[in-house]
């Protein structure tokens, strides 16, 4: 089938659908939790969240960048691929599992046992990729919007009401594991675009360079976004690591929308425009990801003491000033990721890869240096270096 591409105008709706769906429903989600968790008991469900999302990236999720540059009547890579995505999903939670059950050792905090469960999550993630793709190539938008409305609407209340019969920490966990699992649902079924696995070695060896590459930039993004959680969750105690997860859930808010406009907006957008005419599609999409994105990070960072307890609950009121740090550290990001987009789908991932790799090791050591001296230096140090890798992306 010929690739549709979206037009501008349902484009940017329903990405902004997506990326909103993807976000807000979470977001509000999530909030309603933390009214009903401490600090403390939140942050073990955050750090196995944080561990899950690392070993995800140490996949071949780049295949799925790779992807996007082969018609969907190729199906040989698509077969291929789809092998890779399964193996690698399964391989991983399997990893997973045994991160959960040796997390004392790990990162000296014992993680609840029921979030063995979210392994699951692991192999949903991956089979999404795979008839994404096929859709995101079709320019189906719409259907990509409809379905981060039902995963967040249908996840979402059936968390709520678990934690109502059980534990937050159950209805969470279930919150978390049904939102991929009705995400696969509705892109794979219904909708064509699931390719039954098989295997090409040609095809598996030219999507490899640059599939290797690709998934070195998203494991440098994950290292930056979630193993900082995991070393502060080993450095801090229980109510401190909670403030910095809460600012790390708002980082990842922007980072959500950012990933949302680049897979489905700016990535079709400049693999299907002339080269002259990307410097003005970057405009906009840094255009976009402002008004999205920047304008509620300074909102908080202005109103910061009254926005965070008014929305997570009094026991917050310590991490406001760490949530407006972070959240403008996730704006800075999703700039960045709109130049990281062309990147992507012009075969330059080894730039991106370099650039992604600084970025991940010295985010790292911003974290080991300042963690020491509190939550609020750690998360300043962060935002700072974001701040100066996005000027080198974008410029």
Known sequence: MATAAASPKGGVFWSTVNGGASVLLPFAVFAGFAR???PSELSLVLLAVAMLQLLEAFGPQGIYDVLLLYREDQQRYYRTAGTLFLGGGVILAFVYMAGIAFSAWILGKQLPLVLLVLALKVVFDYALFQPQAVLVKRGAVRRLGMRGLAAGLGAGASGLLVAMVTTPIVGLTAYYLLQSAVAFLMTAFGTGSLIRPGWDGQAAA??????????????????SNYLDQLLVGSMMAGALVGAYNLGKRLEVVSMTIGSS???FLFQPTFVNAEPGQRVAHIGRGMAAITLVCGVPSVLLA????????LVFGSQWAGAALTAALLTGSGYVRA?????????TVTGRNGRLLALSAFGAATNMLMIVIFARFGVLWAAGAVLVRNSVQTVFMVF
Do not use: C, D, K
Request: charged fraction near 10%; glycine fraction near 12%; hydrophobic fraction near 50%.
């Open 36 to 38: 009903m968790m401490t």
């Open 206 to 223: 030219e999507m490899a360079q640059q599939g290797a590459r690709a998934s070195g930039v998203r494991l440098s993004a994950a290292v």
């Open 261 to 263: 406009f680049s897979q």
């Open 302 to 309: 202005v109103f910061h003491n009254e926005a965070v307890p």
């Open 335 to 343: 700039i960045g990721g709109v130049a990281g987009a062309l990147y």
